[in-house]
């Protein structure tokens, strides 16, 4: 089975632009979730749908970063405009809200914002 | 904030060594779980403990659990050069959203020949 896809996997940006990120969650999975990566903060997170409805975004660092999911197979997050101190590694991740609140990563989109 | 405080940062052991790393959380739970990441690539689950449990295990791992002292450990038995990755605990909240896990700042592993 295809585990969670994220893409771009590698994206280097100038300062301003506006980068998308893109999820496909494991099919079936009701929950999704975008978690930063950074040395000094570790992985946070920063919003969680369930069944495509946002359920907490408290994490979201400002009005800079939105995340939208249209349908159950695909979710973006947005930052526009970027800054430098953007740069990380963002991971998408899905659940199955039943299965004991394991959740399935996938391998990151590495954001530089130059 | 991170809810998960690893312990230690780092560790570097030989080859068929045991390798422990802790951790301590604050705020009461529903599950505690394991993670780990390898250089470059995404977090995979490996063992997840329910807070009535006190110990459970998986092949080489071991995994206890103290409530009372808000505290975790992992071990690793036997250690393999391919066990070298970050390992991250993870606690789901007993009160709000369950599925709402909170990473640890991770441990280190190095495991050398």
């Known amino acids: 089975d295809a585990g969670v896809i994220q893409s771009p996997r590698h994206e280097v940006t100038e300062m301003g632009q506006e980068v998308t990120l893109r999820c496909k969650p494991i099919?079936?999975?009701?929950?999704l979730f975008w978690y930063r990566q950074t040395m000094m903060r570790g992985l946070e997170l920063l919003i969680y749908f369930n069944n495509n409805v946002p359920i907490d975004d408290s994490g979201m660092p400002e009005d800079r970063f939105s995340a939208k999911m249209p349908n159950a197979s695909f979710s973006t997050l947005k930052i526009q405009p970027s800054e430098p101190r953007d740069s990380a590694v963002y991971f998408c991740?899905?659940?199955?809200?039943?299965?004991?609140?394991?959740?399935?990563f996938g391998e990151g989109s590495w954001l530089t914002v130059v | 904030s991170q809810q998960g405080e690893e312990d230690p940062q780092a560790l570097s052991i030989q080859e068929g060594e045991n390798a422990t790393m802790n951790c301590s959380y604050k705020t009461s739970i529903n599950n505690l779980q394991w993670y780990r990441q390898n250089s470059g690539r995404g977090l995979v689950h490996l063992i997840l403990?329910?807070?009535?449990?006190r110990e459970k295990h998986s092949g080489r791992l071991r995994v206890t659990l103290d409530t009372s002292k808000k505290s975790s450990s992992l071990l690793i038995t036997a250690s393999r050069a391919a066990d070298t990755a970050s390992y991250f605990c993870?606690?789901?909240?007993?009160?709000?959203?369950?599925?709402?896990?909170?990473f640890g700042t991770g441990t280190r592993l190095q495991v050398t020949l």
């Open positions: 991740a899905s659940s199955l809200h039943s299965s004991g609140n394991t959740i399935y």
């Open positions: 403990i329910r807070s009535n449990e």
């Open positions: 993870a606690t789901s909240p007993s009160t709000g959203t369950a599925s709402k896990l909170t």
């Open positions: 099919s079936g999975h009701n929950s």
